[in-house]
Each structure stands twice: as C-alpha cells, then as structure tokens.
C-alpha cells in the first residue's frame, strides 16, 4: 500500500509560483512512476506531468516551460515547481504512483495509489 499526502497550495496571482509537495508513505525506490493529475471545476482531470524511476520527466503541453516535477527519493517525496501561473491552472492537484509497472505514462488508468489533493486557485 502507497499513502500519498499532498501539500502546497493556496491562492496566487496570475504569474505567480507555487510548489506542490507529495508525501510517500513507502519506501520511494518501489514506485515506479509519480505523475500529477489536475481537475478544474466541470472538467475531467487531466495529466500535468510524470517522472520516472530513472529521473526522466514528461509533461502537458499546456505547462511545459512553466512547470517543473522533480522526485527526492530519499525524502519519498515528489515536487511540482509552477512558475507563470496563469488563471487556467485553477484545479485540485493530485498526486499519484504507480507501483506495478516500470512504464510511465499520463494515462490515469495507469496509477494505482492517488492522493486527496490540494487546491490551487490563480486569480487576475
């Protein structure tokens, strides 16, 4: 079992930066893939970024360039750096693992374990 704890959000003005933080309650070299998913207000939740065992990372088109995941597997912690918020990046963020094969990727079906989530709100 994988317990994931998100942490890190709040309220920000477009152009402003915030960092997402993700707790692992094991022992970090077992998951395989962490990604961050967020979910805007009557909209599916949607893929944001991944990172792989290996330190290889992947991202949305729409945050690529202004985000930045990163993974300490010594703390069992995953990071989601925002830069250049814009008012579109308004959701529930939520962190997720993936434990039971070493392929990545943004498809949701893909993650087992999944966080509770934590809301970032970018006003004008």
């Known amino acids: 079992q994988v317990q994931l704890v998100e942490s890190g959000g709040g309220s920000v003005q477009a152009g402003g930066s915030l960092r997402l933080s993700c707790a692992a309650s094991?022992?970090?070299?077992?998951?395989?893939?962490m990604g961050w998913f967020r979910q805007a207000p009557g909209k599916e939740r949607e893929w944001v970024a991944y990172s792989t065992s290996g330190g290889s990372t992947s991202y949305a088109d729409s945050v690529k360039g202004r985000f930045t995941i990163s993974r300490d597997n010594a703390k069992n912690t995953l990071y989601l750096q925002m830069n250049s918020l814009k008012l579109e990046d308004t959701a529930m963020y939520y962190c997720a693992a993936r434990t039971n094969y070493d392929y990545c990727s943004g498809r949701e079906h893909d993650y087992g374990y999944w966080g509770q989530g934590t809301q970032v709100t970018v006003s004008s």
């Open positions: 094991t022992y970090a070299y077992g998951i395989y893939c």
